[in-house]
């Protein structure tokens, strides 16, 4: 792990494409879907999309009826 002063590095927070289809076990082209529906808030650095952590969690609060 990556640690920068007391906060976590960049990639501690952040996940891309193929982490978040492996983490909800669905496809990759549902993740981007979700990403340009803007279901799901990402960002891009160059052609790769980013996802961070809270915006996943969020995404999964709002799609379970939590939010």
């Known amino acids: 792990q990556c640690l920068v002063g007391s906060e976590m ?3 501690d927070r952040v ?7 492996q983490y909800l076990c669905i496809g990759k ?10 279901q799901l808030k990402g960002f891009r650095i160059g052609k790769s999309w980013r996802i ?6 969020l995404y999964i ?3 379970s009826g939590l939010l």
């Open 15 to 21: 996940m891309t494409v193929d982490d978040v289809s």
């Open 29 to 38: 082209n549902t993740v981007y879907e979700l990403l340009h529906s803007n």
């Open 52 to 57: 961070s952590k809270d915006a996943l969690n």
């Open 61 to 63: 609060k709002k799609s």
């Open 9 to 11: 590095c960049i990639r």
